[in-house]
């Protein structure tokens, strides 16, 4: 029937509920305005809109139990086997090769749903395109699948071009399938112009505001996914990732304090729900945001909460919007971030390694630790630590872990840099630094990180400085921040390689503009911030 997916929206959750919970002076939920057209009954119907408007935010496990209630309201409603079984893939940004276990979870989700009829041809095809990414994964590697499921609903979105939401899964698998070293954004741009179009007619959508962030977060993008960044948390405050969703975007641009306020409100709303990994996720974005602003004291504090988060943490029972692996790489990152940011190389060397189940995120600790060390002149120490890379890597390369083994040999060659540094080979060091930092632009950073430990770019600066060079230097760290706008150690290095130059103009430019973003410093100051408002006093 023409018309019949039109976006005809209903509250993603009971009206009848909410207007109880208001009646009761407590808070109604709310997840956003989603209306998925089904053929199941009217009851089975408004769960399952409200379990779609949760899936569309990430909130995993509520929209299984939600799909479970879909299917007991009306055990022919096939397509609630499909929720299942896409809220089973879980963060389909996350890179990493999905566990056997959760394949098969994901598969048996498709075969119930298969088992159950599906009462019309769309609703089939929804499922037959999701089933792509688990039938035959012991013989057809990840990607290829991912390939396929993206294709297959590609079709589906043509051949019903009025279901707006066959068209947000589409955009979606294009946005979460594209290629890293794809530097056009060819998918990513062709998904945004069609979340676009249709955010602009339902401005209500939780997934439109969603997904519009996650494929626009890239540098040269971040700026068009802002709108969305700023109306997501207001759409859907009851989901914690849509608190922390923003924060993705305005990390791109620099918008540190609006980073810090919306990863404390989604921690909160993580940790009042038990999605311990949702919190980690959003404290490691939050401690990057605090240490860009040097406001140390506060991230020292969310460091020292830390432990806690860990021991409340059961990857088993994780069905959040951060998988395992962003918060085993939380776990790691936040203290190597402390240091490093910092510039507390012994901090850094003096970290202590941990096993995981995830090698990228064990890499994390031994690249500190080699960095620290070598930036102390400790070779010996530094190259105790680079030996730890390779075992690392090869893991990874043996997993089909293909993003994440690059990852490790970037941190490795990084490493490596600073090594041969420390032990006098400078002109093998400034060789391999600069080969790492091409090998890092030539990539993109994993939506479970707000951005490398320490772009390789900027060390090529600091290295350059150590070299005397502060004209190569200055280029470097400008090159930086046109791509991770007000980073502090990188608008200090061009302050510095600007003043060594002798060229204060572009020193009183980039201190000012340290000393901006460091409004909200806490005392004492970093020795850096306190050479900034000495040169921006001085006549």
Not at 100 to 117: N, S
Not at 218 to 225: F, N, Q
Request: with cysteine; charged share 25%; hydrophobic share 45%.
């Amino acid at each position: 029937m023409p018309g019949a997916f039109r976006w005809a929206v209903v509250i993603g959750m009971a009206g009848t509920i909410g207007h109880a919970q208001e009646h009761q002076h407590a808070s109604p939920e709310q997840l956003g305005r989603v209306h998925f057209a089904t053929s199941c009954s009217a009851a089975a119907q408004q769960t399952f809109d409200r379990s779609i408007a949760l899936l569309h935010s990430f909130d995993f496990g509520r929209a299984i139990d939600g799909f479970e209630r879909t299917f007991t309201e009306d055990g022919s409603c096939a397509i609630a086997g499909w929720g299942i079984a896409l809220s089973r893939w879980n963060n389909p940004f996350a890179a990493g090769v999905k566990p056997p276990a959760q394949v098969r979870l994901g598969r048996d989700a498709i075969q119930r749903a298969r088992a159950a009829g599906a009462k019309t041809g769309r609703e089939r095809e929804y499922i037959d395109a999701a089933a792509k990414l688990f039938d035959d994964a012991d013989r057809i590697d990840q990607p290829a699948r991912v390939t396929a499921y993206r294709d297959a609903m590609a079709a589906v979105a043509a051949r019903y071009p009025d279901d707006g939401e066959a068209t947000i899964f589409y955009a979606l698998a294009l946005a979460f399938s594209a290629d890293p070293a794809d530097k056009r954004y060819a998918q990513q741009l062709k998904a945004g112009a069609m979340l676009e179009r249709l955010f602009a007619a339902q401005p209500d959508h939780p997934g439109l505001a969603h997904y519009i962030i996650h494929t626009y977060d890239v540098p040269p993008l971040a700026d068009r996914g802002l709108e969305a960044a700023r109306r997501y948390a207001r759409i859907a405050p009851s989901a914690p990732h849509a608190l922390h969703m923003p924060s993705h975007t305005f990390t791109r641009v620099g918008y540190w304090q609006e980073s810090i306020d919306t990863n404390i409100a989604a921690a909160k709303s993580a940790r009042e729900a038990g999605a311990t990994g949702e919190e980690l996720h959003a404290s490691d974005y939050q401690m990057y945001a605090f240490l860009q602003t040097a406001q140390d004291r506060a991230a020292r504090q969310l460091l020292d909460s830390l432990p806690a988060m860990v021991d409340r943490y059961d990857p088993a029972g994780n069905n959040g919007a951060a998988p395992p692996a962003a918060a085993f790489f939380a776990i790691a990152a936040m203290p190597a971030r402390y240091a490093l940011e910092r510039g507390a190389w012994r901090e850094a060397a003096s970290l202590t390694p941990r096993s995981s189940p995830f090698a990228f995120a064990d890499a994390i600790t031994h690249f500190a630790r080699a960095l620290g060390a070598a930036r102390l002149g400790d070779a010996s120490a530094a190259q105790a630590a680079v030996a730890k890379f390779g075992p690392l890597r090869e893991t990874l390369a043996a997993a089909g872990e293909a993003y994440w083994a690059e990852q490790v040999a970037i941190q490795e060659q990084v490493a490596s840099a600073w090594l041969a540094l420390a032990a006098g080979r400078r002109e093998a060091a400034l060789t391999d630094m600069r080969a790492a930092a091409d090998r890092e632009d030539a990539t993109e950073k994993n939506a479970v990180t707000p951005g490398p430990l320490a772009p390789a770019r900027e060390l090529l600066g600091d290295m350059l400085m150590e070299l005397k060079a502060p004209d190569q230097a200055l280029t470097a760290y400008e090159a930086v921040l046109k791509k991770e706008p007000n980073r502090f150690r990188a608008v200090y290095g061009a302050a510095h390689a600007g003043a060594a130059l002798g060229n204060r103009a572009a020193a009183r430019l980039h201190f000012r503009e340290l000393i901006r973003i460091c409004a909200r410093a806490e005392a004492p100051p970093r020795r850096e911030l306190a050479e900034a408002r000495r040169f921006v006093s001085a006549r």
